[in-house]
C-alpha cells in the first residue's frame, strides 16, 4: 500500500484568487496546497478586460507571494479587440475566459452569443492563446432549461466553436456531466477539460439545503460524479486538474441567497490524493495534477517536488472567515514536505 | 377582470403544526392564511405513532385554536398494530402517513420496505383510513438515485401498493414531477395527489444556493413544474391542496445544513390566488382548495365564507422567527374577510 507521494509542484488551471483583502488571505495558501503554478480568472469586479489590468493584477499577486507562476487570462466581451489578443500573446498572457451571462460569480458582464467572438476567437487561434469556457447556459425555463441540464445544453456551443476553429485550444472549464466527458473525448486534441477535487465527490444530494458545497456548474447525477471518476482513472491525458477554489466568507454562504464556490486551495494536493486514494486510482494523481495539465498548455515541468504522506488530519473549520471544502472532516493525506 | 373572490374556507390538507412553543405561534396562522380544516402531520419528536398521542395532539392544537378542524394522521411503523388502526377508525383519525426512512424532517423511524405494512394496509383499506405517502426512496449513489429523481424511482412502490389494495385510497403528497402526475392520473379514483403552493413556481433553479426554498421533495425542472401547473389548469378532481407548509426558524435554514420545508401556511390563500391567475386560471382555484380535496376524503362543504380582493401587499420579512416563502416580495391578492 502506498503511504507516500512525491511529485512536482501541481498546476492549478483554474483558480479564483479574488481581490484586495480577500486576495492578500488567499495567494498565501496555494503553494500549502501543493502548487506552484495557477491559471487565474479575471472575473473580478471590475473584471480583467485588457492587458494593462492583467499585469497590474498579476503583479499584485506576486507582491504577495512571488514563488507562485501565475497564468493570466482576460475576460471575454464584447469591447476586446484583436489589436488586444495580440498584445495579449505578446505579454505572456495565456488564456481568454469566456463567461455566460448571468451564471455564475461576476458574470453579469457574460456573453450572449459566441459568434460575434470569432473573429477574436480567429486572432486566438492564430496568436495560440487558450479559450477558457464556462460552459453552462443561462436557465430559460420556456425552453426547461435549468441549473441541472445547463451544462450538457452548453455542449452544441461547445461544438460549433471547435468545427470554426479547429487548431484553437479549448479548455471546458470544471466540468461536471458524462455528457461533457464524452463530448471532450471526442472532440479531439485541441480540446480539453478541467476537473474540480470536490466534483469528483459531491452530487446533487450534498449541495441540497448545505450552501458551502454549492457552486456552479452545480454537482449533479450520482452517474455524472462517476463518469468524472471514471475518466481520471483511465488517465485521459485532456482531463486535468482547474480546482475552481472559489473562496466566500461564511456569511455570504450561510445566508438566503449563497454566492456559488468551493474552497478547495489550501489542502487541494490532499483533498486529490485522498479521493483518488478512495476512488482506487492513487497511482493516475501525478499525470492529473502535474502532468497533462502543462502537455495541453506547453507549459515546463514544474521542478520543485513535493511530499504527501499518509497522515491524518483534520480540515479547519474556517481560513480568514471562509469555511473551506469538507470542514471539519478528516482527510488521510498531508503535504509533509513542500520545498 | 376578476378582482374580488369568494370561497368557503380551503382544506389544506397536509400541514406541519409543530408541537411546544412553535406550535402555539403556527396553529394561530392557519385561519389567517384562509384555511378552517387541515390533516396534520405526524412527524414529531416523538412521532405520534398512537392513537391516544394523536388525541393528546389534537387536544394541544384544539387548545390553540378550536375555530380549526384537525384531522389527525398516525406515522407508519413496524409497531403499528392492526387493533391500533380499529382504533384509529373508531376515534376519527383520518389517515396513516408513510415516510421512506432519512428523506426529511424527523423521517429517521421511516420505512424501508413497503411489503411489511401490507396487513395494516388491508385493515386501512376495511376501515376505510386514508394513506399518505411522502413518495421518495432514499438516496443511492450505486443506483443513481438522488434527490432529483428520489420521487420517479418511488412510483414502482406507489403502484404495488395501489395494484395490491385498490380499494385503498393513497393520496401521494406533495408531488413535484411530471412522472408523479402521469402515475396518479393513471392510477385511477382511488389515488390522488396533493400539490404544494410552491411547488407551481419552484424549480431547482430556486432553491441552489438559497435555503429558504429548499424543500422535500425538492422542486424539480421547469418542464416537471409545468406539469404540475398544467394537472391544476385542467382541474383535475384527484389533484388538490396540500401545503406542506413546515415552518424552521431562520437559524435553521441560514446555515450549512439546512432543515428542508417552506413556510406558506400564513399567506397560504393569497399566494395560490396569486400563482392561479398568473397560470391562468383563477377560476381553477376555488375547487383545487375548497373542493376536490374534500371529495376525495369524503368530508363534508366547509360553511364559512371568506373573500380575497386583487389588493397588493408585501410578504413580511419574518413571522416568530420563521422566514416565510417569497418573504418581502408582492402579493397581489389578500383576504378582506375571513369570518
Given at each position: 500500500?502506498?503511504?507516500?507521494?512525491?511529485?512536482?509542484?501541481?498546476?492549478?488551471?483554474?483558480?479564483?484568487?479574488?481581490?484586495?483583502?480577500l486576495m492578500k488571505e488567499?495567494?498565501?495558501?496555494?503553494?500549502?496546497?501543493?502548487?506552484?503554478?495557477?491559471?487565474?480568472?479575471?472575473?473580478?469586479?471590475?473584471?480583467?478586460?485588457?492587458?494593462?489590468?492583467?499585469?497590474?493584477?498579476?503583479?499584485?499577486?506576486?507582491?504577495?507571494?512571488?514563488?507562485?507562476?501565475?497564468?493570466?487570462?482576460?475576460?471575454?466581451?464584447?469591447?476586446?479587440?484583436?489589436?488586444?489578443?495580440?498584445?495579449?500573446?505578446?505579454?505572456?498572457?495565456?488564456?481568454?475566459?469566456?463567461?455566460?451571462?448571468?451564471?455564475?460569480?461576476?458574470?453579469?458582464?457574460?456573453?450572449?452569443?459566441?459568434?460575434?467572438?470569432?473573429?477574436?476567437?480567429?486572432?486566438?487561434?492564430?496568436?495560440?492563446?487558450?479559450?477558457?469556457?464556462?460552459?453552462?447556459?443561462?436557465?430559460?425555463?420556456?425552453?426547461?432549461?435549468?441549473?441541472?441540464?445547463?451544462?450538457?445544453?452548453?455542449?452544441?456551443?461547445?461544438?460549433?466553436?471547435?468545427?470554426?476553429?479547429?487548431?484553437?485550444?479549448?479548455?471546458?472549464?470544471?466540468?461536471?456531466?458524462?455528457?461533457?466527458?464524452?463530448?471532450?473525448?471526442?472532440?479531439?486534441?485541441?480540446?480539453?477539460?478541467?476537473?474540480?477535487?470536490?466534483?469528483?465527490?459531491?452530487?446533487?444530494?450534498?449541495?441540497?439545503?448545505?450552501?458551502?458545497?454549492?457552486?456552479?456548474?452545480?454537482?449533479?447525477?450520482?452517474?455524472?460524479?462517476?463518469?468524472?471518476?471514471?475518466?481520471?482513472?483511465?488517465?485521459?491525458?485532456?482531463?486535468?486538474?482547474?480546482?475552481?477554489?472559489?473562496?466566500?466568507?461564511?456569511?455570504?454562504k450561510e445566508t438566503a441567497?449563497?454566492?456559488?464556490?468551493?474552497?478547495?486551495?489550501?489542502?487541494?494536493?490532499?483533498?486529490?490524493?485522498?479521493?483518488?486514494?478512495?476512488?482506487?486510482?492513487?497511482?493516475?494523481?501525478?499525470?492529473?495534477?502535474?502532468?497533462?495539465?502543462?502537455?495541453?498548455?506547453?507549459?515546463?515541468?514544474?521542478?520543485?517536488?513535493?511530499?504527501?504522506?499518509?497522515?491524518?488530519?483534520?480540515?479547519?473549520?474556517?481560513?480568514?472567515?471562509?469555511?473551506?471544502?469538507?470542514?471539519?472532516?478528516?482527510?488521510?493525506?498531508?503535504?509533509?514536505?513542500?520545498?
Amino acid at each position: 500500500m502506498t503511504d507516500k507521494l512525491q511529485l512536482s509542484l501541481a498546476d492549478d488551471l483554474h483558480v479564483h484568487l479574488r481581490q484586495d483583502e480577500l486576495m492578500k488571505e488567499v495567494v498565501p495558501y496555494i503553494r500549502k496546497g501543493g502548487c506552484g503554478r495557477v491559471l487565474v480568472m479575471p472575473n473580478l469586479k471590475p473584471a480583467i478586460c485588457t492587458v494593462a489590468q492583467a499585469l497590474e493584477y498579476k503583479s499584485q499577486l506576486q507582491a504577495i507571494d512571488n514563488s507562485i507562476e501565475y497564468l493570466m487570462t482576460l475576460y471575454l466581451n464584447p469591447a476586446l479587440t484583436i489589436d488586444e489578443i495580440k498584445k495579449a500573446a505578446e505579454a505572456g498572457i495565456v488564456g481568454v475566459k469566456s463567461y455566460p451571462r448571468g451564471v455564475t460569480t461576476n458574470s453579469e458582464q457574460g456573453i450572449e452569443d459566441y459568434e460575434i467572438y470569432f473573429p477574436v476567437f480567429a486572432e486566438m487561434e492564430k496568436q495560440n492563446l487558450i479559450l477558457n469556457i464556462h460552459g453552462e447556459v443561462p436557465s430559460n425555463h420556456s425552453q426547461n432549461i435549468c441549473v441541472m441540464n445547463a451544462e450538457e445544453k452548453f455542449l452544441v456551443h461547445l461544438e460549433k466553436i471547435h468545427k470554426n476553429f479547429p487548431k484553437l485550444r479549448i479548455v471546458l472549464e470544471h466540468v461536471t456531466t458524462e455528457a461533457a466527458v464524452q463530448k471532450v473525448k471526442e472532440l479531439g486534441k485541441t480540446v480539453a477539460a478541467t476537473i474540480t477535487a470536490h466534483h469528483l465527490e459531491l452530487t446533487v444530494d450534498d449541495w441540497a439545503g448545505q450552501n458551502h458545497n454549492f457552486c456552479k456548474p452545480v454537482a449533479k447525477y450520482p452517474s455524472d460524479r462517476n463518469a468524472l471518476q471514471r475518466v481520471v482513472r483511465e488517465a485521459h491525458p485532456r482531463f486535468f486538474l482547474g480546482s475552481d477554489s472559489a473562496p466566500h466568507t461564511r456569511n455570504m454562504k450561510e445566508t438566503a441567497c449563497a454566492c456559488a464556490g468551493v474552497f478547495t486551495a489550501p489542502l487541494l494536493m490532499p483533498y486529490l490524493a485522498d479521493i483518488f486514494e478512495s476512488i482506487g486510482c492513487l497511482d493516475k494523481l501525478k499525470d492529473f495534477a502535474t502532468r497533462f495539465g502543462r502537455e495541453f498548455y506547453s507549459l515546463p515541468e514544474q521542478t520543485e517536488i513535493i511530499t504527501l504522506e499518509k497522515v491524518q488530519e483534520f480540515v479547519p473549520s474556517e481560513y480568514f472567515g471562509v469555511v473551506p471544502y469538507r470542514a471539519g472532516q478528516k482527510l488521510n493525506w498531508k503535504i509533509t514536505a513542500n520545498v
